[in-house]
């Protein structure tokens, strides 16, 4: 079955970066997009990057480009996300999500999250 | 970019009634690109709908998306405890790709 499961999360000062991975199994990880999703705290969902099959092309919104950067190894099935100059902000548990492979950038599986917490 | 208004904020039923949820485009969706998502507490996500109306794979029959344009509703009947959640609406009809602020379905 479908698994996707992000590691990497924690407790990070002001100004720090992490990085976040995600391995996933159950699918052939090539011929998918892949998407990071954040839940700020009490909030609702917010679309922070995606990328495509073969890793040469990225999307992040205005607000995260130059601080935010995915990646993806297809030979180990996995999509990193580093995360540079963060702040309170940016705390949030983020999601690990497939695009699916029919038209549309809806999400047909999410992995259970990792929190990122950004705090002195 | 297109800002979803879901109504109500929380919605208060008991199970075996029927839900009702909106999801409101500020502008038209385009070719009805729009998904609803339901979250438990502590969980990840699960996919409902897409393409508004198409249950995803292992979706009970209870769930029906519907609507187009700017409007759109997911409908839950006979509601079941597992019902009681969050509901996300998405459109992925045009960049970038935004959710609504979420429905909390809480038990009466």
């Known amino acids: 079955q479908v698994q996707l499961v992000e590691s990497g999360g924690g407790l990070v000062q002001p100004g720090g970066s992490l990085r976040l991975s995600c391995a996933t199994s159950?699918?052939?990880?090539?011929?998918?997009?892949m998407a990071w999703i954040r839940q700020a705290p009490g909030k609702g969902l917010e679309w922070v990057s995606h990328?495509?099959?073969?890793?040469?092309?990225?999307y992040y919104p205005d607000s995260l480009k130059g601080r935010f950067i995915i990646s993806r190894d297809n030979v180990r099935d996995s999509v990193d996300l580093q995360m540079f100059s963060l702040s309170a902000e940016d705390t949030a548990v983020y999601f690990c999500?497939?695009?699916?492979?029919?038209?549309?950038?809806?999400?047909?599986?999410w992995g259970q999250g990792s929190q990122v917490t950004v705090s002195s | 970019e297109v800002v979803l208004t879901q109504s109500p904020g929380t919605l208060s039923l008991s199970p075996g009634e029927r839900a009702t949820l909106f999801c409101r485009a500020s502008?038209?969706?385009?070719?009805?690109?729009l998904a609803w998502y339901q979250q438990t507490p502590g969980q990840a996500p699960r996919l409902l709908i897409y393409?508004?109306?198409t249950r995803a794979t292992v979706i009970p029959d209870r769930f029906s998306g519907s609507g187009s344009g700017t409007d759109f509703t997911l409908t839950i009947n006979r509601l079941e405890p597992e019902d009681f959640a969050a509901y996300y609406c998405?459109?992925?009809?045009?960049?970038?790709?935004?959710f609504g602020q979420g429905t909390k379905l809480e038990i009466k």
């Open positions: 393409d508004a109306s």
């Open positions: 990328i495509n099959t073969a890793g040469t092309a990225t």
């Open positions: 999500a497939r695009i699916t492979n029919l038209p549309g950038y809806y999400l047909d599986y």
């Open positions: 159950g699918f052939t990880f090539t011929n998918y997009y």
């Open positions: 998405q459109q992925y009809g045009s960049s970038p790709s935004t």
């Open positions: 502008q038209s969706v385009t070719s009805n690109k």
